[in-house]
């Protein structure tokens, strides 16, 4: 069974850090693009940044310098330290994991809110 699992959301004041990972099981992790989308109220669902098996990046620009999508082939995992947030980052996260139009899976998603 595909499980994918996302943790380290949480509320944080503006200027601050989280780190968001996205625990997998159940698929051939190392061969999947993984990627880190956010859905804003009342907003369309948005890549936030992407890593390929190969570990070509992709950032949307709005994250750019701040935030850092990497992968552990080991534990299955995909990970997004997030710096400098600001309250327009205030978002559900969502971690996918893609191979190519055979396969597309989706976590729950994890609330990540920029507040003071």
């Known amino acids: 069974q595909v499980q994918l699992v996302e943790s380290g959301g949480g509320l944080v004041q503006p200027g601050g850090s989280l780190r968001l990972s996205c625990a997998t099981s159940?698929?051939?992790?190392?061969?999947?693009?993984m990627g880190w989308y956010r859905q804003a109220p009342g907003k369309q669902r948005e890549l936030v940044a992407s890593?390929?098996?190969?570990?070509?990046?992709n950032y949307a620009d709005s994250v750019k310098g701040r935030f850092t999508i990497s992968r552990d082939n080991a534990k299955d995992t995909a990970y997004l330290p997030m710096n400098s947030l600001k309250p327009e980052d205030t978002a559900v996260y969502y971690c996918?994991?893609?191979?190519?139009?055979?396969?597309?899976?989706w976590g729950q998603g994890t609330q990540v809110t920029v507040s003071s």
């Open positions: 996918r994991a893609e191979f190519g139009a055979t396969a597309d899976y």
């Open positions: 159940g698929f051939i992790f190392r061969i999947y693009v």
């Open positions: 890593i390929t098996a190969g570990s070509r990046l």
